[in-house]
C-alpha cells in the first residue's frame, strides 16, 4: 500500500517542481541552472500542455517526486514517443517505489490516449542507479547516441 497520490501537476506546483529541477541538475550534473529561465521553462509545461506535462507524487500535501513528460512525433510509427524528463524524488522519500508508480501512471495514461508508441528517456553514463532502476522497470538501453547543438 503507498502512502502517496499521483497527480497532474497545476500551477500551484511551479515553485517546488523549479526547485526540483535545480536539486537534480546539481545532483546529477553538478550544474547549477538560471533560476528564472527555469521556472519559465516548468511554466511552459504547465500553461501549454500541447508541450507535455508534469506528474507529480504528494505525500500529506507535500511533493516528494515528480517527472515532466514532452512528446516526439515518430513519422516512422505514425505516433508519439513520450519523452521523461525532470525526474526526481525528494531523498528521504527514494527507495519507496515513487518513481516506479510515476511510470507505471505515465505507461497507463499512454494507454488510455492510444497514440503512444513508446517511452524514451536520457540518463547520464555515470548514472548507474538510475539506469539500475530504468532497466528493472523494462526499459532497454537503445541502439542510438545522443547529439546537440546550439541553434
Known amino acids: 500500500m503507498t502512502d502517496f497520490i499521483l497527480r497532474q501537476a497545476v500551477a500551484q506546483d ?3 517542481l523549479t526547485a526540483f529541477n535545480q536539486a537534480m541538475a546539481l545532483e ?7 533560476a528564472q529561465t527555469l521556472r519559465q521553462g516548468v511554466n511552459g509545461i504547465l500553461q501549454h500542455p ?18 515532466a ?29 515513487i518513481y516506479s508508480a510515476l511510470y507505471h501512471k505515465v505507461q497507463d495514461m499512454a494507454k488510455e490516449q492510444g497514440n503512444v508508441c513508446g517511452f524514451r ?3 547520464e553514463k555515470e548514472n548507474l542507479v538510475a539506469q539500475a532502476t530504468y532497466q528493472k522497470l523494462g526499459m532497454q538501453e537503445c541502439q542510438y547516441f545522443m547529439y546537440q547543438s546550439k541553434a
Open 121 to 123: 528517456l536520457y540518463v
Open 50 to 67: 500541447h508541450y507535455g506535462f508534469y506528474l507529480v507524487a504528494e505525500r500529506e500535501g507535500e511533493i516528494v517526486g515528480s517527472l
Open 69 to 97: 513528460v514532452t512528446y516526439e512525433w515518430s513519422d516512422w510509427r505514425n505516433s508519439l514517443f513520450w519523452w521523461i524528463q525532470s525526474v526526481y524524488v525528494v531523498p528521504a522519500a527514494r527507495r519507496q517505489g
Open 28 to 34: 546529477t550534473e553538478n550544474k547549477t541552472l538560471e
Open 14 to 16: 511551479l515553485e517546488a
